[in-house]
């Protein structure tokens, strides 16, 4: 298995190496003003607590970010409790009163929370935090003012835990009972967990934890090493001190800038910018087959197992997310560990992980799966752009404020003196110590020693003589001194009387300012005054202008609603007198056809029935067939003629073709090809068309109607023609469009009647007179016309047309 990294340290790798790959650019961003997040990984056992602390002689990534921080910002650091840290994971600002107040009142408190910088370093870490590379940042804002403020928490058993927090009698080892609850005795007080909460620019923190302000090096560490101790460590198969929870040291610089003249902290809170670097120290993940964990282990273990898994979770949904372009739900509060850092992975700042690999043997499989999770969150890359406040002041001012103070300090010794009297009494004692000679050694070894004394007494008359001059000189000076402020009296006396004739000007001059004052404030009372009439007025009569305004809406909404009713009202009574009148047109017209066709069915009864009478009439009689009785018509069944087929010497009834209601008009006829000739009587017949396969559009444009002729097979296996008719109307896009109107059916049926005989039938006719006695409708018909299936009118035609 091969697994890619951005960097690869061997075994024999120093501190210092690793710092400068991984930890200094997250220091450098700290100082710029960015977050950052560092956190070791790996299988328990394989050296993460040792990367992140270190070792005697040869500290670890921590105390080297905290050497290289104060190395940066040293001298531009701010006095203790000018900058001040609320609840809220912000920060103010507090001017050099108020701070001096401030640590008055830490210094008189029994137990100060803050370290102090005059103690000694405790030899138990000293070896740790002992740097002799003086690594520092080297682009360093030198106009703004910085403090560096520390806190120590760990996560056990995904509960929070303050390792500052100051408790009684062990707090971070509660004794737990059968009901797996914290005793609670008088000896022994349970420490709280803290909650996790969301700040106003929505980053988390940890409420109530308790945050040191730190001015050096050694104080931070000294706190680091204080939360240490409280740390849960537990002894088990695979690492004599094997870390049970997760530990977060998180190192926060604030910033300022200096105001105008370079002197003082801007109090400006939006000016403050606050950022932060995590130091996380991640327990190992192991296996309980081979740690042999039980109780309270094994749930640590589990515990441990779980939040990691969180972790991995969270990075593969992040993945997901960034290659596939999807949109899912990182799922940081299954875990205290990945909602705390929810904002870094959001792109709130850089993550840095150092993956620490064992190389035995027996870790392989845990070392495989923590090498491929590394490599794949080397492919999340999230970027948030981070905003800081605009300054506006002119850069250098702190330089040119120490250049000022310099140059006044030499003008003022120039002058007659030091500055403040620390510098005057330095320059006095160095003034003695290098004018007086040495002593010799009094040391008398011999009663007869007579050197020994005799260059005592010499050198003793010199400083005498030494001291004399000194005196009198001192002397000269403090007379020069007394004549200077003799001076300065008289001249201070003279400006006295000077400013006290400009102050009588003045004086006259304000009082003549205040009576116009006075004038102006009666004047503005009176303007006031009517200001409030007319506000007043001018309400009525907006007043009165708003009552009107409502009444016309209210009067105009009731006239829309009005003419709508109306406008609602008319459409219904027009669709209303258009739907009655086409009703009644269509009835009138049914009614109309209806009539129609029964008269013209009459008519042809009556003319059926006038050819079959001169049929019957010119028949020739020679003999008078005899007609049977019924009792013999009862006992024998009557038998079916057999029509006889047309009469040869009869010529063709020529046919006829039927002339289409809507003649008169432009028509499109579309017979498609696939359509059978019928060669039936009534054939339609359109004149003025356009007979068309397909329909086109140029035929349909030079023409107002379209007919469309269909066949189907009926269900008596009868072909029946639909003549499918609609009007042609041109579309608004300038084409043409059909909407279909009517349909008129055309089918050819057979009769099914009985057919009629004209004489009775067991008289046995002539020989020559078997075709004209014995006859019935098929006979008399050579031509067979088209008829309605089951109609008792007889044969005939009957037009079916059938609206939309």
């Known amino acids: ?139 360093v804002d030198e106009d703004n003012v910085y403090s560096v403020f ?6 056990y058993n995904n509960y929070i835990y303050d390792l500052l927090e100051e408790a009684p009698f062990e707090p971070i080892k509660p004794k737990w009972n059968n009901c797996n609850t914290p005793v609670r005795n008088g000896d022994f007080i349970p420490p709280q967990s803290k909650i996790l909460r969301e700040d106003q620019n929505h980053n988390m923190y940890v409420t109530g934890c308790t ?11 000294e706190v680091f090493w204080r939360g240490q101790k409280r740390r ?28 105008a003249d370079g002197d003082n902290v801007l109090q400006e809170k939006e000016q403050i910018a606050l950022s932060q670097l995590s130091l996380v120290d991640l327990a190992g993940s192991e296996r309980t087959n081979r740690t042999k964990a039980e109780g309270n282990r094994l749930r640590e273990a589990s515990n441990i197992n779980q939040s990691l898994m969180t972790l991995r979770t969270c990075i593969e949904v992040l993945r997901e997310n960034q290659m596939y372009g999807t949109n899912k739900m990182v799922p940081y509060r299954d875990s205290k560990l990945t909602h705390l850092f929810k904002n870094y992975f959001d792109g709130e700042g850089k993550v840095r992980m150092i993956v620490c690999v064992n190389p035995k043997a027996e870790d392989y499989e845990e070392s495989l799966q923590v090498m491929r999770f590394a490599e794949m969150t080397q492919e999340v890359e999230v970027a948030r752009p981070v905003d800081r406040p605009l300054c506006g002041l002119t850069p250098g001012r702190r330089l040119r404020n120490q250049a000022f103070r310099e140059e006044l300090s030499r003008r003022l010794e120039m002058r007659g003196g030091p500055v403040n009297g620390e510098t005057e009494e330095q320059s006095v004692s160095e003034m003695f110590l290098q004018n007086f000679p040495p002593l010799p050694s009094c040391e008398l070894l011999d009663v007869n020693d007579d050197q020994t ?20 000189e001192f002397a000269k000076n403090v007379l020069a001194f007394k004549t200077m402020l003799q001076e300065f009296d008289s001249s201070v006396i003279s400006k006295e009387n000077y400013i006290q004739g400009k102050l009588s000007e003045k004086e006259k001059t304000i009082s003549g300012q205040k009576m116009e004052l006075e004038r102006l404030e009666k004047k503005i009372k009176t303007l006031e005054f009517k200001i409030d009439i007319l506000e007043k007025t001018a309400l009525i009569y907006e007043e009165d202008k708003r009552n009107l305004q409502q009444e016309l809406e209210s009067k105009s909404q009731k006239l829309q609603r009005q003419a709508s009713d109306k406008r609602r009202l008319e459409a219904r009574l027009q669709g209303m007198v258009a739907e009655t009148t086409m009703k009644w047109e269509k009835e009138c017209e049914r009614r109309v056809a209806a009539k129609q066709l029964e008269m013209q069915n009459k008519l042809w009864v009556k003319d059926e029935k006038l050819k079959q009478l001169k049929a019957i ?30 009469v040869p010497n009869m010529p063709p009834v020529r046919l006829r073709h039927r002339r289409s209601r809507s003649a008169g008009e432009r028509w499109v006829d579309h017979k498609p090809p696939s359509n059978l000739p019928t060669e039936t009587v009534m054939q339609p017949h359109v004149p003025n068309s356009i007979t068309v396969a397909a329909a086109s559009e140029k035929a349909l444009a030079k023409c107002d109607k379209y007919m469309l002729t269909h066949q189907e097979l009926a269900s008596d296996g009868e072909i029946e023609t639909k003549l499918i008719k609609g009007d042609v109307f041109k579309t608004r896009g300038g084409g043409q469009a059909v909407q279909f109107t009517e ?52 044969p005939g035609y009957q037009h079916h047309a059938q609206p939309k």
């Not at 945050?211 to 560490?221: G, L, N, R």
């Open 1 to 139: 298995t091969q697994c890619s990294f951005k960097e690869v340290f061997g075994t024999l790798v120093v501190q210092k190496e690793l710092f400068d790959v991984v930890a200094k650019p997250l220091v450098e961003d700290l100082i710029h003003g960015k977050n950052g997040l560092l956190f070791t990984y790996g299988v328990t056992g394989s050296g993460k607590t040792h990367t992140m602390t270190g070792s005697p002689g040869n500290g670890g990534l921590l105390p080297r970010c905290l050497d290289m921080i104060f190395n940066s910002i040293g001298p531009f650091q701010a006095k203790r409790f000018v900058f001040k840290l609320d609840d809220k994971n912000g920060v103010d600002v507090q001017c050099k009163v108020d701070a001096l107040l401030e640590r008055q009142k830490r210094d008189a408190m029994p137990v100060p929370k803050t370290p102090s910088g005059k103690r000694q370093i405790d030899p138990e870490f000293a070896d740790m935090i002992n740097m002799q590379d003086r690594c520092k940042v080297e682009e």
């Open 150 to 155: 520390v806190s120590y928490i760990e996560i």
């Open 211 to 221: 945050e040191v302000e730190v001015k050096s090096a050694e104080e931070a560490f």
């Open 232 to 259: 849960h460590i537990a002894n088990t198969q695979l690492n004599r001190e094997s870390s049970r929870s997760h530990s977060v040291y998180i190192i926060k610089l604030a910033q300022a800038p200096l105001d």
């Open 453 to 472: 004394l005799p260059k005592l007494i010499e050198v003793l008359e010199k400083r005498h003589k030494l001291r004399q001059m000194l005196s009198e």
């Open 617 to 646: 009439v010119t028949e020739p009689k020679n003999e008078k067939p005899e007609r049977p009785s019924r009792e013999r018509d009862r006992e024998k069944p009557v038998q079916r003629s057999v029509s006889p087929p047309p």
């Open 743 to 794: 349909i008129e059916t055309l089918k050819q049926e057979s009769p099914t009647g009985r057919k009629r005989r004209s004489s009775p039938s067991n008289a046995d006719p002539p020989e020559g007179a078997a075709d004209s006695e014995w006859t019935d409708v098929e006979t008399r018909c050579s031509v067979a016309v088209e008829m309605r299936a089951g109609s008792t009118l007889g």
